[in-house]
């Protein structure tokens, strides 16, 4: 499954190629609770097709009554309610508010209260749209800006990942490639942690050497590949939307990865294993990859959020549910406890004067 905002652009992308009308609606601002957050879309064509979503639902079904014929049966006569003919306006983007009072919060489905604001961009250029497409295709990370004006739209590079911007001139959203996993080892646990990922949107490669779990594997979607996994690792070249998970219980195979792994911008880098097995893990490539405790604090291990799981799918849930939380920018029990030894050292280091990670 791919990255949902390419899913948007690209089925978007289509309906306006083939000349379809459609619009793209985009969630600029969210004051309370909102059920989609600042920055996501959804597409809207003139025969009701939706994909993507900026709500539970209801918003996308008035989006439907209001802009399409999908629901114009159902209309009552001389309804007078703006876009009531059912069809997709033209001309410059237009801002619409959602929940603004009691009523209207309880009918979208917003909860306590939220309100949300939507732009709304009418028959967006499928030429822009196809080199916006092409660039995420290609790993780049895109800005993407519309005048509000007239709705022309500028594609730029962009450097690192940043908020939706709204001023009374234009918006701008930043779009990147989608996330990527690497899974070292084809065995049941990966299977389950690879469907989980797929469905969140991640383009999963799985690498095992050994032709007896490789030849096995049977989720679909995913790149199976042979060679070892520290060369996989580098070919791969992990960037921030990228993590790496060992899961072989090797240390000739995953040791060599995650090492690799951990010289890379990689968001996550972690291994399977008991609390023992991963402290032993860490000895080792102090002792003969010259590692230091500093070098390996980004290496997680045992890996997943403790929900009491024994068996392969609840342990990969568990790990599908830390790589998430960090993806999403979580602060976890192990991230407070890894910058407290590191505070720690530091004071050792220093003296008691010494402020290091927030922590005193």
């Known amino acids: 499954m791919e990255n949902l905002d390419v899913m948007v652009l690209r089925t978007l992308h289509g309906w306006r190629a083939s000349g379809r009308r459609a619009l793209l609606a985009t969630v600029v601002r969210t004051w309370g609770s909102s059920p989609r957050p600042v920055g996501s879309i959804m597409a809207l064509c ?16 008035d989006l439907i009554d209001r802009h399409t014929r999908a629901y114009a049966q159902s209309a009552p006569a001389g309804d007078a309610r703006p876009g009531a003919d059912h069809r997709i306006p033209s001309g410059p983007p237009s801002f619409v508010k959602y929940g603004v009072s009691a009523d209207e919060a309880h009918r979208f489905g917003l909860p306590c209260g939220g309100t949300l604001e939507l732009l709304l961009e009418y028959d967006p250029d499928p030429g822009s749209l196809a080199e916006l497409i092409a660039a995420l295709e290609a790993g780049r990370l895109m800005q993407r800006s519309v005048r509000l004006a007239d709705g022309r739209v500028t594609l730029s590079l962009a450097n690192t990942p940043g908020d939706l911007v709204v001023d009374a001139v234009q918006l701008t959203n930043t779009f990147g490639p989608e996330y990527r996993m690497l899974l070292i080892g084809a065995g049941q646990l990966a299977e389950y942690l690879a469907t989980m990922a797929l469905f969140s949107g991640f383009a999963v490669t799985v690498c095992d050497p050994r032709e007896e779990y490789r030849g096995n594997w049977s989720v679909p979607g995913a790149t199976v590949v042979s060679d070892m996994p ?10 921030r939307r990228s993590c790496v998970v060992a899961l072989t219980h090797d240390p000739k195979l995953d040791d060599l990865a995650l090492l690799e792994a951990l010289s890379t ?8 294993g008991s609390r023992r097995n991963n402290e032993a893990r860490r000895a080792r490539m102090i002792e003969h990859f010259d590692q230091t405790p500093e070098s390996l604090a980004h290496l997680r291990g045992p890996i997943g959020i403790y929900i009491g ?38 004071l050792a280091h220093n003296g008691p004067g010494a402020l290091v990670c927030g922590v005193r």
Request: charged share 30%; hydrophobic share 40%.
């Open 46 to 61: 003139d025969d009701g097709a939706v994909v993507g979503s900026v709500s539970g639902g209801c918003i996308e079904d």
């Open 230 to 239: 520290d060369d996989v690792v580098r070919a791969f070249k992990p960037d």
């Open 309 to 346: 799981s024994k068996t392969p799918p609840e342990i990969a849930v568990s790990v599908m549910a830390e790589i998430l939380a960090v993806k999403n920018g979580v602060t976890l029990p192990r991230d407070m406890e890894v910058a407290q030894a590191k505070n720690d050292r530091e």
């Open 265 to 272: 911008e990689a968001f996550y880098v972690g291994g399977i």
